[in-house]
């Protein structure tokens, strides 16, 4: 059950970070097919399932479904069971999920008008941080913003290889990891970077995905209690 939640928190995601950079009615809307623009029944829209069971193409015009669209259902289904295994179901796995759902809807506006929407930002982000200082260090939590945002602005400032928005959504993933975690989430979110890199093979590359899942893997680690090489 905690696949299927997790599939469809990202299937959600993925509708949320496509239509809200655009202002287009992501909460009611009937989806569509891109190519030849059909409205989608309900059984079109199952995660995973509706993919698998037609083939991995539109039901109408027969045009290939992009890949990316099951990928991030899988991978949300696995971040949801991942987080799962940890909390059982509570509170805390519930605040794993809106994380998740906050990281996919940036990577998702990053990945494909290569911008960080300033109202997932405010709206999502900032209520997450409020909810997520009640379990943890303020003090740790502010450490890390302040210097991850510091980190990725003088980068920002002196070659302008980050945008502004990814400065922005580090000083909100950089809270979540604390200081503690900081360098390390950085660390992997290079690794991540280049792999994109190394996949898109374009000059300019949408970096929030990285910073992103990053986060999300150092979340899982440093709940497993890895961190004691670190």
Known sequence: MSFIIGAIVA????????RLPQ?????SARSQCPCC????????????????????RCRHCRSRIAWRYVLFELAGGVMSYAFYALYGLSLQWGL???IMLF?????VADMTYMIVPNRVLLYIGVPLLLLYSLQQSIYS???GAVVAFGLLYTIHLLTDGIGAGDVKLVA???AFVQIEQLFFMLSIACMFGFCLFVVRRERIIPFAPALCMATLVTLF???LQLFTFY
């Not at 202002?23 to 909460?27: A, L, R, S, V």
């Not at 623009?37 to 991995?56: D, K, R």
């Open 11 to 18: 299937s959600f995601s993925y509708v949320v970070g496509v």
């Open 103 to 107: 990281c996919f809807i940036v990577s």
């Open 23 to 27: 202002h287009e009615n992501w909460w």
């Open 37 to 56: 623009c059909a409205n989608l029944m309900w059984y079109e829209l199952l995660p995973i399932i509706s993919f698998v069971w037609q083939m991995g």
């Open 172 to 174: 909100i993933l950089g």
């Open 96 to 98: 794993a999920l809106f």
């Open 141 to 143: 939590m502010i450490a």
């Open 221 to 223: 680690v440093d709940d």
